[in-house]
């Protein structure tokens, strides 16, 4: 800054130099004519020009001097802020700055005050900002915990925007609608999703349409070459102002659901009937004995011998609902103990073979098999051979056959028992599920009546209780065989009977 003023100071008594000498060189470069007038002027003039001169010269070098001051003024500001930052200059207040002139005083002062109120400014600013960033952290995490919750969901969920486009769907919504959701976020659900599901477009742009908070429907979806059935629930989604901005669907398969209902429905029928027959041969030969229509000894014999299988088929009935309400609840009473096999077999055969001869069917059985001891409970084991038996009679025609196996395999320490018929048979796409409760062969229903829970408490006091397996092999119009397989007593207790 002193180089400046040293340099501006030379330049400007350079210039006041040259301006007198201008002024003289004006009058000798003229001509003899204009020589004559200025000696003539000169002796009037001289004076007066030279003072002009230098009092233009002057004035420019005092306001130069004066604008250089200034400069560095605003140089030792700028210095000091540079030095010791903003809030050092507002906490202090004082600026040393070597000028008196009372104009910069002001300027210092409206700088300090402009830096002060541009301080708090950035100051209010950065918090704002912090809390921005903190709210679009938390938004970032909800979010995430809402895709987490909806792809965690095993129904299928989709979520719209107010122009029908998709915003959300997990997994389930995919594979049921058949799009790729990465590939597809933001186009219009009519795209997206085929016209065989019209009837699921109509009813959630009507819903979406008509505001409401919720609306359900069931809708039968073809999928596979099989009918689908699914409860649809349409919520709407409503900003702040409760305007709807979109709409969220969850779709939950009930397929299952209704065909267990109807199952249910059939059982109670066929409950009904299956109660209603044996109390009505029951009821019916009672009151002829009591009425005194059987005159001789052998026909009171018959009646009462009715009546007994009637009961007994009663109370298996019975016993099978209540056995597999008590299975399932965890509240049956097992009472284990070694028994054998071949011995349990041989008294069902017996009970069995009355109910067969009706239908002229041979029940036959084998020699009992030495170390055929399971741990099992007695009363349980006797009605999964007597279901099995009575099942395997109940679907083969007259004249028909039915053997019961026995095979001891010690390597792998199990026993198997297999019921061979030459009934009807099963179809190949309905034989898993025979051990399902109240499913009953479709093809095989006007064989037989059935409740459809003696195979399944079969299979849940073999698996669920003694720990063993059920299996089925059949062929249509060839027969069937059931069977199941126990561990053997010696490994049950831990020891060699």
Known sequence: MKF???????????????????????GRTSDADSGLRYTSYAQQWDFVAVVVYVAGAMGVIFLGWYWIRLAGAITSIARLLKSRGINAVCRTGKINIPIRVRQIGVLREAIRE????????????????????????LSRRREKNTEAIIYSIRDAVIVIDEFDKLLKANE???????????????????????????????????SRQSKGQASKREIEFVKDESIRTFDCIVSCIYDKNRQVCGAVMVLHDITREKEISEMKNDFVSHVSHELKTPLASITAYSEMLADGEAEDEQT?????????????????????????????????????????????????????????????IEVTGQKPIVFDQVLADRDMISQVIINLLSNAVKYTQHGGAVRVETQVDEVANLIRVDVSDTGVGIPEDEIEHVFDKYYRVGANKKQAKGTGLGLNLVKQIIEKVHGGRVFVKSQVGVGSTFGFELPLAKVCMGSVV
């Open 300 to 360: 009171r014999r018959e009646f009462y011998s009715i009546i007994q299988n009637q009961a007994n088929r009663l109370n298996r009935l019975i016993e099978d609902i209540l056995n597999t309400s008590r299975i399932e609840s965890g509240l049956i009473k097992v009472n284990k103990e070694p028994i054998s096999l071949a011995i349990l077999i041989e008294e069902q055969l017996q009970m069995i073979k009355s109910y067969a001869e009706e239908k002229n």
């Open 114 to 137: 402009c830096l002060d109120s541009c301080a708090a400014q950035i100051a209010d600013y950065e918090k704002q900002i912090k809390d921005l960033q903190i709210q679009v952290q």
């Open 172 to 206: 389930a919504a995919e594979k049921l609608f058949m799009f790729n959701f990465e590939n597809s976020q933001h186009m219009p659900i009519r795209e997206l999703i085929s016209n065989n599901y019209s009837e699921f477009l109509d009813f959630l742009s009507h």
């Open 4 to 26: 400046s003023r040293s340099l501006y100071a030379t330049v400007a008594l350079i210039m006041a130099y040259c301006l007198l000498i201008g002024s003289t060189a004006e």
